[in-house]
């Protein structure tokens, strides 16, 4: 890790890493969503505003980020070369450092890095979550992951990892994490508890992925994770300037409603206090998503729920947002993937079309995409799973049955082909493509 | 409020626990427990302080290994004593003269640690030592030694220090700082006087740990295991059995059960009473009368007992055992077979297997979820053992841990741990017993069960039990008796200021709360007016702070003292006599052999040996010096069986 000594990574800007090979990284949803907002100028203080993420979550995935060799730290002053930066922009990010809110216990004396504080503050944060999110598993996490996702939050967490040192409030704070984690455990380690836990409190749905947990910045990614990289690419200088004037106004009003909830919400401090700072949030979830921003609108839903986990307003406003959120993200996966078509890798192409239609599984055009380009790469079984739900889901679009048809040709199954493809004809009998076709294989078949 | 099921604090006097009020060290919160300096203080050691034998060990670039005595041997008897001539000796030097000074030789003070006088265990101790024991100024136990009285956590403070000596010359380097082991069964007293040994010793003592929980650490450590195993300790004085879970470089510890009068010397008095009842049938005299009779048989029966793992029979021969005065005396001569001594102790082993189901319940396993069992302690070497645990857990016992040093090597491992804020591994320990208070009726209400994984805290609301109860009275227990009397006194404190209201309606809500380091931490608090008084429990080993820091200046004066004497002096003095010796015959042999082939090899050889032993003599050099031993000694063996076999 870069030496950063006891300067705030905040006051940095992330750079993404030239060499970095994005394609080959298991990089999960969230990570991706940062990546597209990392352009070498906006220090990680900003990003939290424009990707309204708390600052521990960015700081701890862009710290491991830096560690799988994606991003790099820039000082503030001294950005990429090359790379104008706007006077706009600079000015922004002043306004933004002066008001970047600091927990005193940032500043205590005490014998933990400032890194070390900002884990353990957010693991302290996330206490107020269920115990999924505490744990940062999914409602069909086996035993085995259950107790893999408490030990790996114990070790991180555990007092014994600091031991001898001066920790001064942290102390207090690291055994009460260790407790809460120990709780999550303990609950969702009996079958028992764990049935009656998950009746009150549901698991997290979000992107059929696991939360990202108490330990996030030390669990290896999840598997199954999720891929979405959009990189701004040849944009003009004039573009650049716009998008960042854009961005700086964005950002000033975020920090207003910001400061509007924060003086509302110390006002009420006592009962009602958290259920305004719901109503707070969800209003700005909502001018998020007026202004297009929809990962930012479901971030701030998600808040709100944490803050009023009774309000139906805000569990819907969530299931929608993050339904539009995942049609998006799996827009930017097809599009990475219609980039993969365009430079002849098809195997990426098949990947990245499967991946979108699992994201949105009533798309049955991902699924048709997938299909001919995992047929293309010689994947014909998986090919042939796509097709076969693409006409499933879609059972009257031609070209589910046509994408069936070609991967069954392949197979050497041509009567079943013959089928597929007559069906297809009967649902739109104009497409030449389709008659020609059905000729060559009754041809074959004879 | 499901908690508010409460039985009633009951405002009783201490009756039934003895004058302790100033003996338990019941300290302000605000103070606070004076957290472990950590400064440059050397290097780090675990140690294994065992009832019979103790280890220590050291983890450097290579991991975690055994650190030898100057002597070359791996463990050490825990034996203390002071000869005729005032000499404190510690080690095999004071186990060897154990027989001729049975009186100021002490052994198995383990068994006594942190135990009060009139406890049943050492009452039954005192018929059972060959020296003296009488009751301490803090209801604790002392014992007497070359006409001095010691305190318990003295005595293995002197065992603890010999360690250190063994770890500082090895390594060359100061040692400050050390994690000690510990029975998984010892209460909170037991472990404090562990600790306060240690401070005697002048170390600084990072953590005491669980023995069989630092043999899974030995076991697993580093080698990226996912599995549960159970660690079968029998060793010298106690038996203890744990059940962990590994995985992810954490090591859980699920449950622990043990016995802390089961152990090897148990399996020696079975022997010894046996041979005893015999000799009473034969010559109708009771051997116990003499102390000195009692040790030879002692460590006759230890011999037997060790060489029955191999062997198939072996014979006991005490000669002289008993004097009729007049020039006659009579002998003993036994003859025990294998067969016949798992019949003297099959019900002590029987006895490790109910404790062994009774953990496995406790973590909620059943047998076949054990991957392995690991063998720890002297006593897991008899084969009728390993035959038991293996019947029992139906897998035989994993090789490779070395039963004798597996837990100072763990220990070593958790105090190189600690001490470099290790991220890759991590114990979880737990809480060894019940942790609660006493309520109406001498009832003991557990607040925090054992087996609780630490740090935790627990909370229960208690209501009063008379009408207008001005003040409630909160003892600290720990045990695993319903009856608050059997059950170990930790601390005591009065919340008081109570409404004067009818019983049951004044509330109280009672927090327990155990840091990572195994202090507790007790609150109480009276729901209605916020009112609350709160201590920190810190267990008593039976001295007090005075007492432990006036015997750690002592003790440090002994050191001075004992670092231009002691063992170098014994040493230097062997190689002396040896040196003499040879000078007496060299010149005879020279002779003899001289014009041979080999004789002049040999020859060659034995003076350099001589010379080296020469130099290593002015060099003060003590390694050197032991070193020298063993070369001087075949030397000598070989120029006495020239001159007697080829002279004259």
Same mark, same amino acid.
């Given at each position: 890790?870069?030496? =950063? @000594?006891?300067?705030?990574?905040? $006051?940095? +800007?992330? !750079?993404? &890493? #030239?060499?970095?090979?994005?394609?080959?990284?298991?990089?999960?949803?969230?990570?991706?969503?940062?990546?597209?907002?990392?352009?070498?100028?906006?220090?990680?203080?900003?990003?939290?505003?424009?990707?309204?993420?708390?600052?521990?979550?960015?700081?701890?995935?862009?710290?491991?980020?830096?560690?799988?060799?994606?991003?790099?730290?820039?000082?503030?002053?001294?950005?990429?070369?090359?790379?104008?930066?706007?006077?706009?922009?600079?000015?922004?990010?002043?306004?933004?450092?002066?008001?970047?809110?600091?927990?005193?216990?940032?500043?205590?004396?005490?014998?933990?890095?400032?890194?070390?504080?900002?884990?353990?503050?957010?693991?302290?944060?996330?206490?107020?979550?269920?115990?999924?999110?505490? =744990? @940062?598993?999914?409602?069909?996490? $086996?035993? +085995?992951? !259950?107790? &893999? #996702?408490?030990?790996?939050?114990?070790?991180?967490?555990?007092?014994?990892r600091f031991f001898g040192r001066d920790l001064g409030s942290f102390r207090?704070?690291?055994?009460?994490?260790?407790?809460?984690?120990?709780?999550?455990?303990?609950?969702?380690?009996?079958?028992?508890?764990?049935?009656?836990?998950?009746?009150?409190?549901?698991?997290?749905?979000?992107?059929?992925?696991?939360?990202?947990?108490?330990?996030?910045?030390?669990?290896?990614?999840?598997?199954?994770?999720?891929?979405?990289?959009?990189?701004?690419?040849?944009?003009?200088?004039d573009d650049k300037a716009a998008r960042l004037e854009k961005r700086r106004?964005?950002?000033?009003?975020?920090?207003?409603?910001?400061?509007?909830?924060?003086?509302?919400?110390?006002?009420?401090?006592?009962?009602?206090?958290?259920?305004?700072?719901?109503?707070?949030?969800?209003?700005?979830?909502?001018?998020?998503?007026?202004?297009?921003?929809?990962?930012?609108?479901?971030?701030?839903?998600?808040?709100?729920?944490?803050?009023?986990?009774?309000?139906?307003?805000?569990?819907?406003?969530?299931?929608?947002?993050?339904?539009?959120?995942?049609?998006?993200?799996?827009?930017?996966?097809?599009?990475?993937?219609?980039?993969?078509?365009?430079?002849?890798?098809?195997?990426?192409?098949?990947?990245?079309?499967?991946?979108?239609?699992?994201?949105?599984?009533?798309?049955?055009?991902?699924?048709?995409?997938?299909?001919?380009?995992?047929?293309?790469?010689?994947?014909?079984?998986?090919?042939?799973?796509?097709?076969?739900?693409?006409?499933?889901?879609?059972?009257?679009?031609?070209?589910?049955?046509?994408?069936?048809?070609?991967?069954?040709?392949?197979?050497?199954?041509?009567?079943?082909?013959?089928?597929?493809?007559?069906?297809?004809?009967?649902?739109?009998?104009?497409?030449?493509?389709?008659?020609?076709?059905?000729?060559?294989?009754?041809?074959?078949?004879? | 409020?499901?908690?508010?099921?409460?039985?009633?604090?009951?405002?009783?006097?201490?009756?039934?626990?003895?004058?302790?009020?100033?003996?338990?060290?019941?300290?302000?919160?605000?103070?606070?427990?004076?957290?472990?300096?950590?400064?440059?203080?050397?290097?780090?050691?675990?140690?294994?302080?065992?009832?019979?034998?103790?280890?220590?060990?050291?983890?450097?670039?290579?991991?975690?290994?055994?650190?030898?005595?100057?002597?070359?041997?791996?463990?050490?008897?825990?034996?203390?004593?002071?000869?005729?001539?005032?000499?404190?000796?510690?080690?095999?030097?004071?186990?060897?003269?154990?027989?001729?000074?049975?009186?100021?030789?002490?052994?198995?003070?383990?068994?006594?640690?942190?135990?009060?006088?009139?406890?049943?265990?050492?009452?039954?101790?005192?018929?059972?030592?060959?020296?003296?024991?009488?009751?301490?100024?803090?209801?604790?136990?002392?014992?007497?030694?070359?006409?001095?009285?010691?305190?318990?956590?003295?005595?293995?403070?002197?065992?603890?220090?010999?360690?250190?000596?063994?770890?500082?010359?090895?390594?060359?380097?100061?040692?400050?700082?050390?994690?000690?082991?510990?029975?998984?069964?010892?209460?909170?007293?037991?472990?404090?006087?562990?600790?306060?040994?240690?401070?005697?010793?002048?170390?600084?003592?990072?953590?005491?740990?669980?023995?069989?929980?630092?043999?899974?650490?030995?076991?697993?450590?580093?080698?990226?295991?996912?599995?549960?195993?159970?660690?079968?300790?029998?060793?010298?004085?106690?038996?203890?059995?744990?059940?962990?879970?590994?995985?992810?470089?954490?090591?859980?510890?699920?449950?622990?059960?043990?016995?802390?009068?089961?152990?090897?010397?148990?399996?020696?008095?079975?022997?010894?009473?046996?041979?005893?009842?015999?000799?009473?049938?034969?010559?109708?005299?009771?051997?116990?009368?003499?102390?000195?009779?009692?040790?030879?048989?002692?460590?006759?029966?230890?011999?037997?007992?060790?060489?029955?793992?191999?062997?198939?029979?072996?014979?006991?021969?005490?000669?002289?055992?008993?004097?009729?005065?007049?020039?006659?005396?009579?002998?003993?001569?036994?003859?025990?077979?294998?067969?016949?001594?798992?019949?003297?102790?099959?019900?002590?082993?029987?006895?490790?297997?109910?404790?062994?189901?009774?953990?496995?319940?406790?973590?909620?396993?059943?047998?076949?979820?054990?991957?392995?069992?690991?063998?720890?302690?002297?006593?897991?070497?008899?084969?009728?053992?390993?035959?038991?645990?293996?019947?029992?857990?139906?897998?035989?016992?994993?090789?490779?841990?070395?039963?004798?040093?597996?837990?100072?090597?763990?220990?070593?491992?958790?105090?190189?741990?600690?001490?470099?804020?290790?991220?890759?591994?991590?114990?979880?320990?737990?809480?060894?017993?019940?942790?609660?208070?006493?309520?109406?009726?001498?009832?003991?209400?557990?607040?925090?069960?054992?087996?609780?994984?630490?740090?935790?805290?627990?909370?229960?609301?208690?209501?009063?039990?008379?009408?207008?109860?001005?003040?409630?009275?909160?003892?600290?227990?720990?045990?695993?008796?319903?009856?608050?009397?059997?059950?170990?006194?930790?601390?005591?404190?009065?919340?008081?200021?109570?409404?004067?209201?009818?019983?049951?309606?004044?509330?109280?809500?009672?927090?327990?709360?155990?840091?990572?380091?195994?202090?507790?931490?007790?609150?109480?608090?009276?729901?209605?007016?916020?009112?609350?008084?709160?201590?920190?429990?810190?267990?008593?080993?039976?001295?007090?702070?005075?007492?432990?820091?006036?015997?750690?200046?002592?003790?440090?004066?002994?050191?001075?003292?004992?670092?231009?004497?002691?063992?170098?002096?014994?040493?230097?003095?062997?190689?002396?006599?040896?040196?003499?010796?040879?000078?007496?015959?060299?010149?005879?042999?020279?002779?003899?052999?001289?014009?041979?082939?080999?004789?002049?090899?040999?020859?060659?050889?034995?003076?350099?040996?001589?010379?080296?032993?020469?130099?290593?003599?002015?060099?003060?050099?003590?390694?050197?010096?032991?070193?020298?031993?063993?070369?001087?000694?075949?030397?000598?063996s070989l120029l006495n069986n020239v001159i007697q076999k080829l002279g004259?």
């Amino acid at each position: 890790m870069v030496e =950063l @000594g006891r300067e705030s990574l905040l $006051t940095l +800007a992330p !750079v993404l &890493r #030239a060499d970095s090979d994005l394609k080959s990284l298991q990089l999960n949803a969230q990570e991706g969503f940062i990546i597209s907002q990392v352009d070498g100028l906006t220090p990680a203080g900003v990003l939290c505003d424009l990707l309204a993420m708390d600052e521990t979550t960015l700081i701890i995935a862009l710290l491991r980020l830096e560690k799988l060799g994606v991003v790099r730290w820039a000082r503030r002053n001294t950005g990429p070369k090359g790379v104008r930066q706007s006077a706009d922009d600079t000015a922004a990010q002043r306004v933004i450092a002066d008001s970047v809110a600091e927990d005193p216990a940032l500043t205590e004396a005490c014998d933990l890095s400032r890194d070390e504080r900002l884990l353990i503050l957010k693991a302290e944060g996330s206490l107020a979550g269920t115990h999924w999110e505490v =744990l @940062g598993i999914g409602g069909d996490a $086996t035993g +085995a992951e !259950v107790k &893999r #996702a408490y030990f790996v939050a114990s070790k991180s967490f555990h007092p014994d990892r600091f031991f001898g040192r001066d920790l001064g409030s942290f102390r207090g704070r690291l055994d009460k994490i260790f407790r809460g984690v120990k709780l999550a455990y303990d609950t969702l380690s009996r079958e028992e508890s764990r049935k009656s836990y998950h009746a009150a409190h549901p698991p997290p749905v979000e992107l059929n992925q696991k939360s990202e947990g108490i330990s996030g910045a030390v669990q290896s990614p999840a598997p199954s994770s999720t891929r979405a990289t959009t990189v701004p690419r040849g944009e003009s200088a004039d573009d650049k300037a716009a998008r960042l004037e854009k961005r700086r106004q964005q950002i000033l009003e975020e920090r207003r409603s910001k400061r509007l909830s924060k003086h509302a919400s110390s006002a009420g401090q006592a009962a009602g206090g958290r259920k305004r700072k719901a109503e707070e949030i969800y209003q700005l979830g909502l001018a998020q998503l007026n202004r297009g921003n929809v990962f930012a609108a479901v971030a701030s839903f998600k808040l709100a729920m944490t803050y009023d986990e009774t309000n139906e307003r805000y569990q819907n406003a969530f299931a929608e947002a993050n339904g539009g959120a995942l049609l998006e993200r799996a827009r930017q996966v097809a599009g990475e993937a219609e980039d993969a078509v365009a430079s002849g890798k098809s195997g990426d192409a098949g990947r990245l079309f499967s991946r979108a239609f699992e994201m949105v599984p009533h798309r049955a055009e991902y699924a048709v995409r997938a299909a001919e380009q995992l047929l293309a790469a010689g994947k014909t079984s998986e090919a042939l799973r796509f097709a076969t739900q693409a006409v499933e889901v879609s059972p009257n679009r031609p070209s589910a049955h046509v994408a069936k048809a070609a991967v069954l040709e392949n197979t050497g199954d041509l009567r079943a082909a013959l089928v597929a493809l007559e069906k297809a004809q009967t649902l739109d009998a104009s497409d030449s493509h389709v008659t020609k076709s059905i000729k060559r294989l009754m041809k074959r078949l004879r | 409020m499901g908690a508010l099921t409460a039985g009633a604090v009951c405002p009783m006097p201490t009756a039934g626990f003895g004058n302790l009020e100033g003996l338990s060290r019941v300290r302000a919160a605000l103070m606070g427990p004076s957290g472990p300096d950590v400064g440059n203080m050397g290097k780090v050691i675990g140690i294994d302080l065992g009832t019979t034998n103790s280890c220590v060990a050291i983890v450097d670039h290579d991991g975690p290994r055994v650190i030898p005595s100057r002597t070359g041997q791996h463990t050490m008897p825990s034996v203390v004593a002071i000869t005729e001539s005032g000499k404190q000796l510690v080690g095999h030097l004071a186990k060897r003269q154990a027989i001729t000074n049975p009186r100021n030789t002490i052994y198995g003070a383990k068994r006594l640690i942190g135990r009060r006088w009139d406890s049943r265990d050492v009452q039954k101790s005192i018929s059972l030592v060959s020296f003296d024991m009488s009751k301490g100024p803090h209801d604790d136990v002392r014992l007497s030694m070359g006409g001095k009285e010691y305190a318990i956590p003295e005595i293995s403070s002197l065992v603890l220090h010999e360690m250190r000596v063994v770890a500082e010359e090895n390594l060359g380097e100061s040692v400050g700082q050390a994690v000690i082991t510990v029975p998984a069964y010892f209460n909170d007293n037991q472990r404090q006087a562990t600790k306060d040994a240690g401070r005697i010793a002048g170390l600084d003592v990072l953590r005491i740990i669980n023995e069989p929980t630092a043999a899974a650490l030995a076991y697993g450590y580093g080698k990226g295991l996912e599995q549960k195993v159970a660690i079968y300790d029998l060793g010298g004085g106690t038996f203890d059995i744990s059940i962990l879970e590994i995985g992810q470089g954490v090591f859980e510890v699920l449950s622990t059960g043990g016995d802390t009068f089961l152990g090897g010397e148990d399996f020696d008095e079975r022997i010894i009473a046996w041979l005893i009842e015999d000799f009473q049938g034969q010559h109708g005299i009771d051997l116990r009368q003499d102390k000195m009779a009692v040790q030879r048989l002692r460590d006759a029966a230890e011999k037997a007992k060790i060489e029955l793992s191999s062997l198939n029979e072996v014979d006991i021969n005490l000669p002289f055992i008993f004097s009729k005065g007049k020039g006659e005396a009579l002998h003993l001569q036994k003859q025990l077979t294998r067969a016949a001594l798992d019949g003297l102790v099959g019900d002590l082993i029987e006895r490790t297997v109910a404790i062994c189901e009774q953990a496995l319940d406790d973590a909620g396993m059943k047998k076949s979820d054990i991957a392995a069992v690991i063998l720890v302690g002297g006593m897991t070497r008899m084969p009728r053992v390993q035959r038991t645990v293996n019947d029992f857990f139906g897998i035989p016992p994993s090789k490779g841990v070395h039963p004798d040093e597996v837990v100072a090597c763990g220990a070593a491992i958790q105090a190189h741990l600690l001490s470099t804020g290790s991220i890759d591994t991590l114990l979880l320990d737990v809480t060894p017993h019940h942790l609660g208070i006493m309520v109406a009726g001498g009832l003991f209400d557990v607040i925090i069960h054992k087996d609780t994984t630490i740090p935790t805290s627990a909370t229960k609301v208690f209501t009063t039990v008379r009408d207008g109860q001005p003040q409630v009275r909160i003892m600290v227990l720990q045990g695993e008796s319903s009856q608050a009397e059997e059950n170990e006194l930790l601390g005591e404190f009065v919340l008081d200021g109570l409404r004067a209201a009818p019983r049951g309606e004044v509330r109280v809500e009672v927090t327990f709360d155990i840091t990572a380091d195994g202090i507790v931490g007790v609150s109480a608090k009276d729901v209605e007016t916020g009112r609350e008084q709160t201590i920190m429990v810190t267990a008593s080993s039976g001295l007090t702070e005075d007492e432990i820091r006036e015997m750690a200046a002592r003790n440090q004066d002994f050191l001075v003292k004992s670092d231009s004497a002691g063992g170098n002096d014994e040493v230097r003095q062997k190689v002396q006599n040896l040196l003499n010796e040879i000078d007496k015959f060299l010149p005879q042999a020279r002779p003899i052999i001289d014009g041979t082939d080999f004789g002049v090899d040999a020859l060659n050889k034995a003076e350099q040996t001589l010379e080296r032993a020469r130099h290593a003599m002015l060099q003060k050099d003590t390694k050197e010096l032991s070193d020298c031993i063993k070369p001087l000694e075949r030397t000598l063996s070989l120029l006495n069986n020239v001159i007697q076999k080829l002279g004259g």
